[in-house]
């Protein structure tokens, strides 16, 4: 029995551990600027990124070649589109002259929602209106967008916005001021920003 337990054990100890897990990655998005980094350190590494709009298909490379890696192994990418999925692969090879290859990673490039964000609030100062339609500001055409402020009744305050817009954020101010130039009363304001798109509607809280 021990003879055999010893045998089980000589065994086990002979076989090849099991392969490791592909590092992790880190993903920033921001202006239609993809910025996907593979966590780790390989300085000394010469790597190639490729990508695809598949899974299973054919991927292109980033880059005419290999480049040397001085700490972080990063890909930018400016020829996304939001709210498309991509997928990366690392090709390494290390300064022991092996070969690695991780991923791929699939990275869903998120795209901006359709709404108005108002900050300060509540406020009894002016206020910073972000309005934000869906879609690529570089690849996609400007929607036709009316934005405005209304009271509690639904009449129109201040018209903010009423034309063409660009996708992605707009940033807007408002001075708490009516169509007539003057300030308004203290209580609960709605902007409200209509698109071929669609509608929101946001709460906004002013004080005297």
Request: aromatic share 10%.
């Amino acid at each position: 029995m021990r003879r055999l337990l010893a045998l089980l054990f000589l065994l086990a100890s002979l076989a090849p551990a099991p392969a490791s897990a592909d590092p992790g990655i880190d993903v920033f998005y921001r202006d239609e600027l993809l910025r996907v980094t593979l966590n780790g350190s390989y300085s000394g590494s010469y790597y190639q990124v490729w990508r695809s709009g598949e899974l299973v298909g054919q991927y292109n490379p980033l880059g005419s070649d290999y480049t040397l890696c001085t700490g972080d192994c990063f890909l930018t990418d400016l020829q996304v589109r939001p709210g498309q999925t991509y997928y990366y692969r690392f090709d390494l090879q290390g300064p022991d002259g092996q070969s690695y290859s991780y991923g791929p990673y699939a990275v869903v490039v998120p795209d901006t929602p359709l709404g108005a964000r108002v900050s300060p609030n509540p406020s009894r100062s002016d206020v910073r209106i972000e309005l934000s339609l869906p879609g690529s500001r570089r690849s996609d055409s400007p929607l036709t967008t009316d934005a405005r402020v209304l009271d509690l009744q639904g009449r129109t305050v201040r018209v903010l916005h009423s034309g063409g817009l660009a996708r992605g954020t707009s940033a807007l101010t408002w001075d708490g001021r009516g169509d007539d130039g003057k300030q308004v009363g203290a209580g609960v304001y709605f902007v409200r920003l209509v698109t071929p798109l669609g509608h929101s509607t946001t709460r906004l809280i002013r004080f005297r």
